[in-house]
């Protein structure tokens, strides 16, 4: 017996469409790697389309009141958590992850974001208005950017389509907006629920691969281009966008480091960054997969990582006592794979280093010790769950190792010394600079880094303010 596929369809000005050319991707269940759906293969024509429907929807969508735009956002956020359990459903399919981490930790956070911005749209206004030369009346109006060709990845499908589509709503842009070829289905469901809501035109969603996304940013419509994903996609974005001027949002690459000094907690710090370290099989940019601790509690600190790495589960979606589940595809499995394997002869592997079953792609919680700054894996984005230890011998030498890569996402200090904490985070080069704590987010405060880890802000007022534009007018108080 077969059982049949699950179609999944681009949703563009208001209604599902499959591809124009009728070409479709499978989409596997990396919990199985089995084929479980298809997915439209759009192509120029389908781009276009979406382009069209969102350029037409944009002057009457920004020219709608902020107090209609945050009422349209506020049901958008209801009707999620309404859908909250077919949305886990799809969004565990996609990517494997746990149900009931999935309930806990990205429902709540998603529904929050999209209210912030609900908030945000109210506050879209200039910062002064006044005479700054006689007889002339300036002000300042922030606008919103017009069409936004937006690119998500595939380890936080739903919830970098929240960060995504949210405060470009709010502002008063249209949405034209491609999730991952590998993790589809969520990204759906939530056009479904958003379609409900707004005018058509206002937010579609065009499934693809990475020639769909490269179309989708050399497209004329789009004034402002944004993704999620890899430093490479994010060079090529910036590169296509600027053959026509295009604004351009960056979230890329991370690799954060986890400086631990001999006055921690080494059972509060080794729970703490072992979560932070392993939560999503360590796919996420700011994950506590670097970590550098003071010489003096070094092996008694990895002794502890590797324990709890020893305890920590990974499985299906439906066990609650797992942590993770599976990586998200054949690619990620061997990627990370490659790392372990080209591991250089003074590295240990204390804990895991190789894949969990025959079936899927999960891998054991890992931990590498007794490595050196310019090992591979010290210096290059793993994604995986895999945890490096270096030992340090005092701060100089922690801040000069912890800036020593090309990425500047998010870094956290471990201490009890106030002085100490706040020297670190004043030196540390990372858009983001948790103390005594590693991964928590909220809505107010923004998230985005620097050198190659991108630029723009996501979350926060900062985040709504990439996705508007500022004008000048000035008018003669004589006529």
Known sequence: MTTELRRLRNYINGEFRDAADGRTIDVINPVTGEVYATSPLSGQSDVDAAMDAAAAAFPAWRDVTPAERQKALLKIADAFEERAEDLIAAESENTGKPLELTRTEEIPPMVDQIRFFAGAARMLEGRSAGEYMEGLTSIVRREPVGVCAQVAPWNYPMMMAVWKFAPALAAGNTVVLKPSDTTPASTVLIAEIIGSIVPKGVFNVICGDRDTGRTMVEHPTPAMASITGSVRAGIQVAASAAKDVKRVHLELGGKAPVVVFEDTDIAKAVEDISVAGYFNAGQDCTAATRVLVQESIHDEFVAALAKAAAETKTGAPDDEDVLYGPLNNANQLAQVTGFIDRLPAHAKVEAGGHRVGDKGYFYAPTVVS??????????????????????????????????????????????????????????????????????PLVAEMPHGGFKKSGYGKDLSAYGFDDYTRVKHVMTSLDV
């Open 370 to 439: 007794g490595l050196k700054q310019d090992d591979e894996i010290i210096q290059n984005e793993v994604f995986g769950p895999v945890i490096t230890v270096q030992s340090f011998t005092d701060e100089a030498q922690a801040l000069e190792w912890a800036n020593g890569v090309e990425f500047a996402l998010a870094s956290s200090v471990w201490t009890k010394d106030h002085g100490r904490a706040m020297r670190m985070s004043k030196s540390l080069d990372f858009g983001c600079v948790w103390i005594n704590t590693h991964i």
